[in-house]
């Protein structure tokens, strides 16, 4: 970073990928004009295309690529079709892990008019990001996962204090910059080792937040409350498949996956802009995913990278993105079908940008 520059990488990822990030470029390009802000935009290869291109779904380089940069966008990845081969991996939580990325921050809004099962929701589940039951990113080599005999599996969960620790820390903050209020979702009436140490470490830390009221909550229990009065809840911090299983409910309380943003944080600036939706392989193509989820991940890279880095324009233009997302939402003809609209993804970027003030700025920047 320099000054009032950003230094982001772009990875579209598969599928609706290569349409809902090249949308959020343009926005963010665009409200980064209104306020000042420079951002020097740099490609990388990534996902199915990459395996075409470069042989690896993560090539050789990207790694290095991405540690030079602030921050990036990384579009969804569609790795349930990609070829059995070695090249073909998955390459999501390997970003995750080797940027030690461990806290994923992902807001539920419901907004007017679109379909929401409930108003007044303003809530943001800090799922753990790295370790957990997900059996490709616990362990180092081979797999949390296994089968001794034909007729047994055994999946193991990893919870570590330090892991623990780090994520409570960081929903901690993101609570006292909101409401004040933090629950801890987990369930150590059953899993009185695993989910009790991730409680233990949750109170350690929050001995240094006495301005944040801790709660907790049986994940049971709190996958019902959801449903019923999620806005009782504020700040939310769970291990990592149940923030990956309660995220997607509480996107279906706001419009479903298309309003379901996400940004993975680690200690230091450094974080990677990814909506908590799936690569849509049944929607790719159309023109009509919804952008939103990847355009508001996009506006909290920036909001975060300017609050870390004191980049005041960067906070500036996630302002104005929030206004012109907030206009082009409450109008039907600006917003697509899954959120009871009539627009394409196009009319969709279209409504914002001009929301915006950015005029059309078509296809502008759907290269960078
Ligand atoms: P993953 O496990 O990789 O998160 P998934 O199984 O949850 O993926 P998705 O790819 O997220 O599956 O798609 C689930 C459903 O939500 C599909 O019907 C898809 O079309 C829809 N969907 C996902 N993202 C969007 C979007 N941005 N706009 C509109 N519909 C979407």
Known sequence: MTANRLRLGVLEGDDIGHE???AAVRVAEAAAAQTGLGIDWTPLPIGRRALDTHGHTLPEGTLDALAALDGWILGPIGHRDYPKLPEAINPHPILRKHFDLFANVRPTRSYPGIGCLHDDVDLVIVRENNEGFQPDRNVVMGSG???????????VRVITREGSRKVARAALELARARRKHLTLVHKNTVFKLGCGMFVESCYEVAQDFPDVTVDECIVDTFAMKLVREPQNFDTVVTTNMFGDILTDEAAGLVGGLGMAPGLCIGRGSLAMAQATHGSAPDIAGQGIANPYAMIESTRMLLDWLGRAQGVSQAVEAAAQMRQAM??????????TRDIAGTADLEGMTQGILSALGAGTGKRAHAQA
Request: glycine fraction near 0%; avoid cysteine.
């Open 20 to 22: 809902i990030v090249p």
């Open 145 to 155: 996962e296994f089968r001794p005999t034909e007729d047994v599996t055994i999946s």
């Open 326 to 335: 907030d206009r082009a939402l409450a109008d039907p003809a600006t917003r």
